[in-house]
């Protein structure tokens, strides 16, 4: 023991010890150093900031102005999955949705309010962390298959063959969605109809009355479905157009979709793929996005391929015995009383009046048709992708809202000027 213990602490065994120590030491510390290295740079790479510039170039204040930022242009190099939005030091609510269904996020969406010539510059960070942040719903989707047990099963997305009819499988017939000041459904067959469900108070309520009020509770306020729709254009269609009126749409596979629920704006896509129409074979998506605080959708139509020089229509039904308005460039739209199932289907309803609009770029207008059973545009987009339009609605019901044709028709030409005005936006990366 006496000789391990002295072989233990031999000089120059000791020695060599004490001298490599401290090399040792160093190697550590550095291997610590580039590790903490890569974990900051990873941190680093799974976040980005932007500075987002918006201004307001018009002569008046602009409220509930959408801001969008395209996430493919901002390339952030991940997939966003949250964010934080700065005004300073207040946080601004944000949404941010995948709008292609490839499980990434495409958009970042804001709502904010922007004085008379004014200008905001936010701060932006985008991360590849999940959060569970969450903001104040201000607008509702729904889409449900109906059953005899009236569970009705909510569904996200429906792909069947142009030709059947599943109007009747879905509750309410369509995907549903709602702002606090209004409701819209899209048939799901061949019209596509935008029906509308106008509110008596400010509030989502669809998630309780499923678009059908029950006698309890319209006995509490809730709102109802305002507008017999038929085969018109009803609140604001877009429709195809052959033999001097409009067409319904028969593609080879009908999708309706909500790509987005809120909490800011929801999302629905139409797509219908195969349309064989006017010579051509098209693939069309129309898209219609309602956002908090709005009673105006923004409906962008969508083609795989440049168009040739097909003519379609959009416009609103010729409510019976309305007040129309029109600027013949784009803007049309009524103010009427009609029973909102129809003359033959009145028991337990009551007459509803509405205000109708919609707005198209006169440069996509082709032609302003006739007053017949729709006040209508027939629309072109030659050599392009795309195209947008906006619809609107009112109803009397409203204790918020429009009282006569004159207030309707004073808030289309306002409508007008807005669309025109939009905000600009500047990022910088």
């Known amino acids: ?13 000791y020695s060599h010890q004490t001298k490599t120590y401290p090399k040792m030491r160093k190697i550590q510390l550095f291997a610590t150093a580039l590790l903490a ?15 987002v510039t918006v201004k307001n170039t018009w002569k008046e204040a602009k409220s509930y102005e959408p801001i969008v930022l395209n996430l493919k242009e901002v390339n952030p190099g991940f997939d966003v999955q949250s964010a934080t939005v700065m005004d300073g030091n207040t946080e601004i609510p944000y949404q941010l949705d995948d709008l292609d269904g490839d499980g990434r996020t495409d958009e970042l969406a804001l709502l904010i309010d922007m004085p008379a010539k004014s200008k905001r510059t936010l701060s932006v960070t985008l991360s590849a962390k999940k959060s569970d942040k969450t903001f104040p719903a201000q607008v509702y989707a729904q889409m449900m298959l109906s059953d005899k047990k009236n569970k009705y099963p909510k569904i ?3 792909s069947v063959p142009g030709k059947n009819d599943v109007y009747n499988a879905l509750h309410h017939h369509g995907p549903a969605f709602e702002s606090e000041l209004v409701g819209y459904r899209i048939y799901f067959d061949k019209r596509q109809t935008v029906d509308t469900y106008g509110k008596s108070r400010k509030g989502l309520e669809l998630a309780e009355t499923l678009f059908y009020p029950t006698d309890e509770h319209k006995a509490k306020g809730y709102g109802d479905d305002v507008l017999w729709v038929g085969s018109t254009c009803g609140g ?20 309706e979709c909500i790509r ?5 704006r929801t999302v629905v896509d139409i797509i219908d793929a195969d349309w064989e129409y006017q010579g051509s074979t098209i693939t069309m998506t129309t898209r219609y996005i309602l956002y908090g605080g709005h009673r105006d959708v923004r409906v962008e139509v969508s083609f795989q391929e440049p168009l040739a020089d097909e003519t379609f229509c959009a416009g609103v039904i010729n409510v019976k015995d309305s007040e129309h308005y029109s600027d013949h460039k784009g803007l049309t739209g009524c ?41 209508i545009y027939t629309v072109g987009a030659k050599g392009n992708t795309a195209f947008t339009y906006h619809l609107s609605f009112a109803s009397l019901r409203e204790t918020f809202g429009f009282k006569t044709a004159e207030e309707w028709f004073d808030y289309m030409k306002q409508w007008k000027k807005e669309l025109e005005h939009p905000c600009e936006v500047e990022i910088k990366k």
């Open 335 to 375: 103010w009427g009383t009609d029973w909102p199932a129809g003359a033959n289907d009145t028991i337990g309803r009551k007459l509803e009046t509405v205000g109708l609009a919609v707005c198209i770029p006169n440069k996509y207008v082709k032609e302003e048709q006739p007053v017949t059973d729709n006040l």
């Open 156 to 158: 996200q997305s429906l």
């Open 1 to 13: 023991l006496k000789g391990r213990f002295s072989l233990y602490l031999h000089p120059k065994i």
């Open 236 to 255: 604001g269609t877009l429709k195809g157009w052959e033999d001097g009126k409009p067409a319904h749409i028969i593609p080879a596979l009908r999708t």
């Open 260 to 264: 987005a629920y809120g909490p800011l």
């Open 37 to 51: 290295m890569s974990v900051a740079s990873t941190m680093q790479a799974q976040e980005k900031e932007l500075t």
